[in-house]
C-alpha cells in the first residue's frame, strides 16, 4: 500500500510543477519574457519553486533579489503556489 500512495503522491507533485510552468507560461508568454519584467533572479526561483513542488519542500523568498512570490501569487492558482515559498 505504501508504494501506491507514494505513486500517487508523486504523480500529484509532477501534475502540479506541469501546472505552475503552464500558469506561468500562460501569463508571461516565455520565461524570457518573465525575465524582462521581474527581478534577476526570478526565472531561477521558478525553476527552484517547481523542484520544491515536486520534493514536497519550500524555497526561500529573498524579495530584494526576486519577485517569484508576486509572479506566483498573480497565477490563478498563487494560493498553491505560495505554499511553497517561505516568507
Known sequence: ???????EVMANRAELAVQLLR????????????????????REDLLYLQQAILTGSTI???PDESSVLD?????????????????
Open 23 to 42: 500558469e506561468v507560461l500562460d501569463q508571461h508568454g516565455t520565461l524570457g519574457d518573465l525575465a524582462e519584467v521581474t527581478m534577476p533572479s526570478t
Open 1 to 7: 500500500m505504501k508504494d501506491k500512495c507514494t505513486v
Open 71 to 87: 509572479v506566483v501569487s498573480a497565477l490563478p492558482s498563487g494560493q498553491i503556489w505560495a505554499t511553497y515559498i517561505r516568507v
Open 60 to 62: 526561500d523568498n529573498y
